[in-house]
Structures are given as structure tokens and as C-alpha cells.
């Protein structure tokens, strides 16, 4: 899978998800202090999954309803990059088939996938 990892998501699950043989673009890495709008067109022009833990960007996708290739978007109470790692395995392992055009919203204990209204 493609993904763009935000830079507040960190550099530690661009690199897992790497490690898991996936094609990963860091924000952190690549562009930081990127604006989201930046953000948001550089993971759709590139056709890439963007993994965040940004909540402004289900208000991009649904209110100001930009395009967009899926959004993971993680709402944990530990922000370790372990707990990060984990819930995304988790994800990956339940749902990687489901991604794609997704907007996703994942907790420890939750994975809701919706889609944004045409």
C-alpha cells in the first residue's frame, strides 16, 4: 500500500509501515511544517493513504469535502509510538482491504470506516 504518514503521526510509524513492506512517504521526513491543505494534496496527488493524528482533516474531507485517496485518522489516549504502531497492525491485519477511498477513525478500542458523501 502507499501511505503518507503526517508529521504528527511521527517518523516511527513511517518507518514501521516501510518495515512492513509498504511505500511510505514521510511528512516528518520530507516536508515538514507543511500546511494541511498541503498535506492533504500531496497524499492525493500521489495516491497515498494519509495516516494522521490531525482531526482537521475530517473537517477537510467532509465540510469543505476535499478530495482524497483514505485518511486514517488516529484518535488514541496513548500517543506513544507504540500505541500508534499497534492499532495501525491491528487496522492493517482487520481491514488493509477497506482502505483505499476510506475515511477511517481509529481508537485502541474502535475502527470506524465511513466514506464521505458524494
Known amino acids: 500500500m502507499r501511505f503518507l504518514v503526517d508529521e504528527c503521526t511521527g ?38 493513504i494519509l ?12 465540510r469543505s469535502k476535499r478530495s482524497h485517496c483514505g485518511v486514517v485518522l488516529l484518535r488514541l489516549n496513548d500517543e506513544r509510538p507504540c500505541s500508534k504502531i499497534q492499532v495501525i497492525s491491528r487496522l492493517l491485519g482487520l481491514y488493509a482491504d477497506r482502505l483505499q477511498g476510506s475515511f477511517i477513525v481509529v481508537s485502541e478500542h474502535r475502527i470506524k470506516i465511513g466514506k464521505p458523501r458524494q
Do not use: C
Not at 514521510?26 to 492525493?44: F, K, L, T
Not at 495516516?51 to 467532509?62: A, I, W
Open 11 to 48: 517518523p516511527a510509524v513511517a518507518r514501521w509501515l516501510r518495515e512492513q513492506g509498504h511505500d511510505v512517504v514521510s511528512v516528518y521526513e520530507q516536508a515538514r511544517a507543511s500546511p494541511d491543505d498541503i498535506v492533504i494534496q500531496m497524499a492525493n496527488d500521489e495516491a497515498r
Open 51 to 62: 495516516v494522521t493524528n490531525d482531526k482537521d482533516f475530517g473537517e477537510k474531507v467532509f
